[in-house]
């Protein structure tokens, strides 16, 4: 079982930054991908940005050059850097990974989830 634990949420001006911080509790290169989602109320939950084991990192259009989603492998952590927030970046901002588990011979992916961290953009 995996533990996800996301730090670095809060209240920022518009144009701010700030730096989400989600640790796992083993190795991320056991991974097969790392990403952050958000949910904003009443909407869906969206992806932000996802980093995979292979190196290659995707982004949501609404994010891109501003967002940057970095991996430190020494600490099983992986950052989420968001500079130039909107109002519209306000929203509960979740860490996931996915990895190979096992259920008897079969391997399947098992997703898993960081409790959220709030990131509430405003003047």
């Known amino acids: 079982q995996v533990q996800l634990v996301e730090s670095g949420g809060g209240l920022v001006q518009p144009g701010g930054s700030l730096r989400l911080s989600c640790a796992a509790s083993?190795?991320?290169?056991?991974?097969?991908?790392m990403g952050w989602y958000r949910q904003a109320p009443g909407k869906q939950r969206e992806v932000v940005a996802v980093a995979t084991i292979g190196g290659s990192t995707n982004y949501a259009d609404s994010v891109k050059g501003r967002f940057t989603i970095s991996k430190d492998g020494a600490k099983n952590t992986v950052h989420l850097q968001m500079n130039s927030l909107e109002a519209e970046d306000t929203a509960v901002y979740y860490c996931?990974?996915?990895?190979?588990?096992?259920?008897?011979?079969?391997?399947?992916?098992?997703?898993?989830w960081g409790q959220g961290t709030q990131v509430t953009v405003s003047s």
């Open positions: 996931k990974t996915a990895r190979w588990d096992w259920r008897g011979s079969t391997s399947y992916v098992h997703d898993y």
């Open positions: 083993e190795s991320i290169f056991s991974f097969i991908s």
